[in-house]
């Protein structure tokens, strides 16, 4: 029974000591850290999480796009809006106008001139819900003027401007503001600095269509046709 204890504590003793040199080993030689593993991982790191700066600096370019392409769209939308407002001024004056003529409208180069400057070109800019009278009298006179080149008139006051027509000079209205008068008597229709240049006018037969004109006067100028009626 000596000889099994002696054993036992052999066996202890130097079960003991391996415990020792194993903690004394562990403490002389701690676990080497393993850079490519922690490397590894951060670049894993770095695929997870995106770089924020450089998910900023591509949304910049894209969102500039987006405006420009914005900016485009809504020019364009207010150039088709403009143009669609002023082609249909033109259409409801030349409508207005149509009105008081019984052939196809405009037929001659003359009225289309009279109209385009009605449309395009007048001053006054008159809203298409302008009075029909006050539209029809003002392209009679503008195309009154162009039939018989306004332009070299000795006097043609006021003419062609934003006032209304019964200020130019020669017309008169009476107190509903109705056109009444054409008094251009020796206002030298058709007479230019080149007298050989300038061509004999007429008296258009669109007048006729002024159905409140009550007085007419045109002597005394270089005029040839019949007086509409």
């Keep these: 029974s000596c000889v099994i204890r002696r054993n036992k504590t052999l066996q202890r003793k130097k079960h003991n000591n391996?415990?020792?040199?194993?903690?004394?080993?562990?403490?002389?030689?701690?676990?080497?850290?393993?850079?490519?593993?922690?490397?590894?991982?951060?670049?894993?790191?770095g695929d997870a999480e995106p770089n924020t700066d450089i998910l900023a600096a591509e949304k910049k370019p894209a969102e500039s796009k987006i405006w420009k392409l914005k900016i485009v769209l809504l020019v364009f939308v207010l150039f088709v809006t403009i143009f669609s407002r002023a082609k249909n001024r033109s259409a409801i004056?030349?409508?207005?106008?149509?009105?008081?003529?019984?052939?196809?409208?405009?037929?001659?180069?003359?009225?289309?001139?009279?109209?385009d400057w009605l449309?395009?070109?007048?001053?006054?800019?008159?809203?298409?819900?302008?009075?029909?009278?006050?539209?029809?009298?003002?392209?009679?006179?503008?195309?009154?003027?162009?039939a018989n080149h306004g332009d070299?008139?000795?006097?043609?006051?006021?003419?062609?401007?934003?006032?209304?027509?019964?200020?130019?000079?020669?017309?008169?209205?009476?107190?509903?503001?109705?056109?009444?008068?054409?008094?251009?008597?020796?206002?030298?229709?058709c007479t230019c600095v080149l007298p050989s240049f300038c061509l004999v006018g007429q008296i258009p037969s669109e007048l006729a269509v002024l159905t409140n004109l009550e007085y007419l006067s045109l002597p005394s100028n270089n005029l040839r046709g019949p007086i509409p009626s």
């Design 93 to 115: 004056i030349q409508d207005v106008i149509a009105s008081s003529f019984k052939d196809n409208f405009p037929n001659s180069l003359l009225q289309e001139e009279a109209l």
């Design 152 to 189: 070299c008139w000795s006097n043609s006051s006021r003419w062609l401007t934003s006032n209304a027509v019964c200020s130019w000079s020669g017309l008169e209205c009476n107190d509903q503001g109705v056109l009444t008068t054409m008094n251009l008597t020796k206002m030298n229709l």
């Design 119 to 146: 449309v395009n070109e007048d001053p006054a800019k008159l809203a298409v819900d302008t009075n029909p009278t006050t539209l029809l009298e003002r392209y009679i006179a503008v195309l009154f003027y162009f």
């Design 18 to 45: 391996m415990q020792r040199k194993r903690q004394a080993m562990n403490t002389d030689n701690p676990p080497v850290h393993d850079a490519s593993h922690s490397d590894a991982e951060a670049d894993d790191a």
